[in-house]
């Protein structure tokens, strides 16, 4: 693997792009110094240039170049608990952050991952390298090298293949440029075990936030298939009443739910992480045997309010 991440080292350095794991999906990843580069990741994503990206790096020293003045108090708190880990921070920018990376915005955000692969690369690049998912914008982020290989194809310069993402949904994301500090995007590291660190509530931001951050339009994450959320409840009876209305059903939900004879079912771990770990392989299952997806959310607390996030998402209206 060590002549891979040399070969990465080198497209990344001449400008082009590496489709990296992580320990939440895989990104798509350019050098963040390298404005030609970060907008080819625009182009290749379909993803509008307002949209800022989050520059990864391969440990917290890294990061403070980033940010203006350094990582305030509460960044370094939260760095020093959860990185390497699925966790960005939102802070004041440094003269490092172009505006291509950041949106025009005077904010950026960073992370150091916690993949084995994407820290090796990240040393060995030695700076900064702007990473948004590696699928089409607005669309159900890879977690797998094969899910980048499939929607990206020869767009991608290179795919470090580091196995299926652990985690499997994206970083949390945390404002930290005031205080007390907002969550912008519920992920890998559970709300409560952020306010344990800080030893206060966090405000929850919503879509209409002044800070842009990714993963905060109403639609996203989305399949082809059309996607409902429905109760445990409801799941039985509105599976049925789809099924005999025509549709090829898929439901997404745990295995002791029972369900109608001729619906699909794609079965979820009971537990909340477990859930978040399949859930992006699941709905690119669904898209490939039905044409309607009806899925059971877990409850809204650690990973769950991720998941329940990340799905509301894909069902929501679409633009």
């Given at each position: 693997?060590?002549?891979?991440?040399?070969?990465?080292?080198e497209v990344?350095?001449?400008g082009g792009l590496?489709?990296?794991?992580?320990?939440?999906?895989?990104?798509?990843g350019?050098?963040?110094?390298?404005?030609?580069?970060?907008?080819?990741?625009?182009a290749?994503?379909?993803?509008?240039?307002?949209?800022?990206?989050?520059?990864?790096?391969?440990?917290?020293e890294?990061?403070?170049d980033?940010?203006?003045?350094g990582?305030?108090?509460?960044?370094?708190?939260?760095?020093r608990?959860?990185?390497?880990?699925?966790?960005?921070?939102?802070?004041?920018?440094?003269?490092?952050?172009?505006?291509?990376?950041?949106?025009?915005?005077?904010?950026?955000?960073?992370?150091?991952?916690a993949?084995?692969?994407?820290?090796?690369l990240?040393?060995?690049?030695?700076?900064?390298v702007?990473?948004?998912s590696?699928?089409?914008?607005?669309?159900?982020?890879?977690?797998?090298?094969?899910?980048?290989?499939s929607?990206?194809?020869?767009?991608?310069?290179?795919?470090?293949?580091?196995g299926p993402?652990?985690?499997?949904?994206?970083?949390?994301i945390?404002?930290?440029?005031?205080?007390?500090?907002?969550?912008?995007?519920?992920?890998?590291?559970?709300?409560?075990?952020?306010?344990?660190?800080?030893?206060k509530?966090?405000?929850?931001?919503?879509?209409?936030?002044?800070?842009?951050?990714?993963?905060?339009?109403?639609?996203h994450?989305?399949p082809?298939?059309g996607l409902?959320?429905?109760s445990?409840?409801?799941?039985?009876?509105?599976?049925?009443?789809?099924?005999?209305?025509?549709?090829?059903?898929?439901?997404?939900?745990?295995?002791?739910?029972?369900?109608?004879?001729?619906?699909?079912?794609?079965?979820?771990?009971?537990?909340?992480?477990?859930?978040?770990?399949?859930?992006?392989?699941?709905?690119?299952?669904?898209?490939?045997?039905?044409?309607?997806?009806?899925?059971?959310?877990?409850?809204?607390?650690?990973?769950?309010?991720?998941?329940?996030?990340?799905?509301?998402?894909?069902a929501?209206?679409?633009?």
């Amino acid at each position: 693997m060590a002549s891979e991440i040399a070969r990465a080292v080198e497209v990344l350095r001449a400008g082009g792009l590496v489709g990296l794991p992580t320990e939440t999906v895989y990104g798509l990843g350019a050098d963040a110094s390298n404005d030609l580069a970060v907008r080819r990741i625009f182009a290749v994503k379909g993803r509008p240039s307002s949209h800022p990206l989050i520059v990864h790096v391969a440990n917290v020293e890294r990061a403070r170049d980033w940010a203006l003045g350094g990582l305030p108090e509460a960044g370094e708190r939260l760095a020093r608990a959860f990185w390497p880990g699925p966790l960005t921070l939102i802070v004041k920018r440094s003269a490092r952050a172009s505006d291509a990376v950041t949106g025009g915005q005077d904010t950026v955000g960073l992370r150091v991952p916690a993949h084995p692969l994407a820290l090796e690369l990240l040393e060995a690049f030695s700076g900064g390298v702007a990473a948004p998912s590696a699928n089409r914008f607005g669309k159900v982020s890879p977690t797998t090298a094969a899910h980048v290989k499939s929607e990206l194809g020869d767009d991608v310069d290179l795919i470090l293949d580091g196995g299926p993402s652990r985690v499997g949904v994206e970083s949390t994301i945390i404002d930290v440029t005031g205080d007390p500090a907002r969550l912008l995007r519920p992920g890998g590291v559970s709300r409560e075990a952020i306010e344990s660190v800080l030893g206060k509530p966090l405000v929850i931001a919503t879509h209409a936030t002044d800070v842009r951050a990714p993963g905060m339009l109403e639609s996203h994450y989305a399949p082809r298939a059309g996607l409902w959320l429905v109760s445990a409840e409801e799941v039985f009876a509105e599976a049925e009443r789809r099924r005999e209305a025509g549709a090829r059903v898929v439901v997404i939900a745990p295995a002791e739910m029972p369900l109608p004879e001729g619906v699909t079912r794609l079965t979820v771990p009971s537990d909340d992480a477990g859930f978040a770990r399949v859930l992006y392989a699941h709905l690119r299952e669904a898209d490939a045997l039905g044409d309607l997806i009806l899925a059971v959310p877990p409850p809204e607390s650690g990973l769950g309010l991720a998941v329940r996030d990340r799905l509301q998402r894909a069902a929501a209206r679409r633009p």
